[in-house]
C-alpha cells in the first residue's frame, strides 16, 4: 500500500518544454513535502520542498503546486535541459515523525535535446 | 567533504549468508536511516536512528538488524539474505529528526543474493 502515488512511471520531453510529475498521497496528517533528484549511480538530493500553508514554491525552473483540498502536488520543471534528465521522487512525512520520508515510485525524466 | 559514506558498493551473497552494509557521516549528524530502493516501489525505509543508542523500525524492518553506538556510524546487517533482499540500499543522515531537515544520501550499495 503505496502512501504517496507518483505518475508518470516515466517521461520524455524535448529541450526547452515543461515536465510535469504529479503526486497524491492519502494521509492528511502529511505536513511536509520534498522532492529529490537523482542521476544515475548516485544517491537522491534535495531538489525543492513545500509545506502545505503554502499554494506554490519556486526556486529558479522548479516548481511545486500544492492542492491541499485534492491532496496532490507536483512539480514543474520549465525550459526543461539535457542535465535534467534523472529520476525525480516525491514525498511526504508528518511533522511528529521527523524525517521518516514516504517516497513515491519515482519518474524517470528524459530531456531529449 | 566526505558526506556520507557507504560500503561495499557491490555485493553478492548466496541465500543464507549474512553481511553488514557500512555507512558513516562526517557532518555530525543526529538523524541516520536506511532506505532500500527497488524498480516501481521508490525507497522504502528500513530503519532509523535518531541519535547514538536510539534506533527504531521502518516500513520494511523484516530480516535486518541496526545499531547506532557512534554519532558517525550506522552500519545496517542482513542475518540470513534472501533474495527478496537483492536490493540498492541507501544510507542518508540529517542535522536533526525534525522535518525540514534536508536528508544527505550515500551513493548507494547495491546488493545481488543468488
Known amino acids: 500500500q503505496q502512501q504517496v502515488k507518483q505518475s508518470p512511471q516515466s517521461l520524455i520531453v524535448q529541450k526547452g518544454g515543461i515536465s510535469i510529475i504529479n503526486c497524491a498521497y492519502e494521509?492528511?496528517?502529511?505536513?511536509?513535502f520534498p522532492w529529490y533528484q537523482q542521476f544515475p549511480g548516485k544517491g537522491p538530493a534535495l531538489l525543492i520542498a513545500?509545506?502545505?500553508?503554502?499554494s506554490e514554491k519556486k526556486e529558479g525552473r522548479f516548481t511545486i503546486s500544492f492542492n491541499k483540498s485534492a491532496k496532490q502536488f507536483s512539480l514543474h520543471i520549465m525550459d526543461s535541459q539535457p542535465g535534467d534528465s534523472a529520476t525525480y521522487f516525491c514525498?511526504?512525512?508528518?511533522?511528529?515523525?521527523?524525517?521518516?520520508?514516504?517516497f513515491g515510485a519515482g519518474t524517470i525524466l528524459r530531456v531529449k535535446s | 567533504n566526505a558526506g556520507v559514506t557507504q560500503t561495499p558498493k557491490f555485493q553478492v551473497l548466496k541465500t543464507g549468508q549474512s553481511m553488514t552494509l557500512q555507512c558513516a557521516q562526517d557532518?555530525?549528524?543526529?538523524?541516520m536511516s536506511w532506505y532500500r530502493q527497488d524498480p516501481g516501489m521508490g525507497l522504502r525505509l528500513i530503519h532509523y536512528?535518531?541519535?547514538?543508542?536510539?534506533?527504531d523500525q521502518g516500513e520494511v524492518p523484516n530480516g535486518y538488524n541496526v545499531s547506532r553506538s557512534t554519532t558517525e556510524d550506522f552500519p545496517l546487517r542482513l542475518l540470513s539474505a534472501a533474495p527478496s533482499q537483492t536490493s540498492v540500499y541507501f544510507c542518508?543522515?540529517?542535522?536533526?529528526?525534525?522535518?525540514?531537515?534536508?536528508?544527505?544520501f550515500g551513493e548507494g550499495s547495491r546488493l545481488t543474493v543468488l
Open positions: 494521509n492528511t496528517a502529511f505536513d511536509y
Open positions: 514525498a511526504a512525512s508528518r511533522r511528529i515523525y521527523g524525517n521518516k520520508l514516504v
Open positions: 513545500i509545506r502545505p500553508d503554502v
Open positions: 536512528s535518531v541519535g547514538a543508542g536510539i534506533t
Open positions: 557532518m555530525n549528524h543526529e538523524y
Open positions: 542518508a543522515s540529517s542535522y536533526s529528526s525534525s522535518p525540514g531537515g534536508e536528508l544527505f
